[in-house]
């Protein structure tokens, strides 16, 4: 079976993790710094926070920025629930605005219209690894004095030419604030689990850093509450302050290593995965009722899109063929596929809570009986590419 993602580990990534495994460190130690160095040097980002999962980078950020209870979140829904319920689990609302039509990314028009009272934070998501329009998205939102997080979990390794034709590298782009990555398994570049927050703001990251880990302060001269000196400034390595309660986010060293090394090869990981959709475009160029992954206007220039997933927008009524149908026809020819993603905002719990309105977002829900996503990892042989590509042929013209 060609799965529809897959991991790249090889020699240097085993023995990069048995190295640290022997080490006096197994969490916290200097592994974690030096991954995280090493990620902010590689976006071009004054600071990288490294954590547990993607999940926990977008809820990091969501309590950088301040948001709760009685805040709300704008956000679109062609996207893993996570970027959502990051916002939720603050106990803020979360908005969802459509997507537009090329790239399925948060639609700044629809933002700017239906822009609500008390948003504080728009999570903006690189859907299939290609960049919304964070120049515009992030115009709209500082403006109204809200933040920009970038859910990047799809685009690492990728960079834009904004419109002042400079290029900048995805977790340094300036019109954002904080940038969630994910580095789970299916991602372009992998720690097992594991997440990382970048942002060029200080004090940010400083409350990055402490909300990943339980919320505590060490040093002394950074303690706020009772002052210093105060009952607890005694200084020593015993030390510790609770400003505000945190989480245990924290990433291992022998997690950190792994990145490292993963990171060495994320060039080649990015381009391996563009050879593979220059191949699948052309495979599937003259298929009727299919489209291919289009580039939008804001990504053009000298822009490298990471590409995580490749979608085809296949008009299943007009075929007459069912989605399932087809899952299961290439299934039995060993190719797997996958369906992203149901409109969060058609989910239970988002329903309850919006209303009838939450329910009217046709471009997210056209796209979503559209989509299936085909295999797209860098370990694929070019024989499995030609044979993905043939079987789709098949299927679809079958
Ligand atoms: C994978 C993913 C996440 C969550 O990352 P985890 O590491 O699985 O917690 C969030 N947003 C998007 C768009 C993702 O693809």
Not at 76 to 83: D, E, L
Not at 131 to 159: K, T, Y
Request: contains cysteine; hydrophobic residues 40%; negative net charge.
């Amino acid at each position: 079976m060609i799965p529809y993602g897959r991991q790249s580990i090889d020699q240097d990534d085993i023995d990069a993790v048995a190295e640290a495994l022997r080490s006096d460190f197994l969490t916290t130690g200097p592994r974690v710094a030096e991954f995280e160095r090493a990620f902010a040097e590689d976006c071009g980002a004054k600071h990288a926070v490294a954590c547990a999962n993607g999940t926990a980078a977008l809820h990091l950020a969501m309590l950088a920025a301040g948001v709760g209870r009685g805040d709300r979140v704008a956000t679109s829904p062609i996207t893993f629930v996570a970027s959502a319920n990051a916002g939720a689990l603050t106990g803020a609302e979360v908005d969802f605005h459509d997507v537009e039509a090329v790239a399925l990314s948060l639609d700044p028009d629809r933002l700017e219209a239906e822009w609500r009272e008390g948003t504080k934070a728009v999570v903006a998501v690189d859907y299939a690894g290609h960049p919304a329009d964070h120049e515009r998205i992030g115009q709209i939102a500082r403006g109204r004095g809200a933040v920009l997080i970038e859910d990047a979990c799809h685009s690492v390794g990728g960079s834009v030419a904004g419109r002042d034709g400079a290029r900048h590298r995805i977790g340094g782009l300036p019109w954002v604030d904080m940038t969630a990555f994910s580095f789970h398994p299916v991602k372009t570049m992998t720690t097992g689990e594991g997440g990382m927050v970048t942002t060029d703001c200080d004090e940010l990251a400083e409350r990055l850093r402490r909300l990943r880990n339980h919320g505590l302060v060490r040093e002394t001269d950074r303690f706020t509450e009772f002052g210093n000196p105060g009952p607890l400034a005694e200084s020593g390595p015993w030390a510790y302050e609770m400003p505000e309660p945190g989480f245990n986010y924290r990433l291992t060293d022998f997690q950190s290593a792994l990145g490292l090394s993963q990171l060495r090869k994320l060039d080649g990981f990015v381009k391996r995965r563009a050879e593979i959709v220059a191949t699948y475009d052309e495979a599937f160029a003259d298929l009727p009722l299919v489209e291919t992954p289009r580039i939008a206007a804001w990504c053009g220039g000298d822009s490298r899109i990471g590409w995580h997933l490749y979608v085809l927008r296949i008009d299943f009524d007009a075929l007459g063929i069912r989605r399932a149908q087809v899952i299961e026809a290439l299934a039995r020819r060993g190719i797997g596929t996958q369906v992203h993603y149901i409109p969060v905002h058609l989910q239970p719990h988002y329903r309850r809570r919006g209303g009838a309105d939450s329910n009217s977002l046709p471009v997210a829900e056209d796209f979503y009986r559209r989509c299936l996503s085909l295999p797209l990892w860098p370990g694929m042989t070019a024989n499995e590419v030609g044979e993905v590509g043939e079987a789709v042929r098949t299927v679809l013209r079958g």
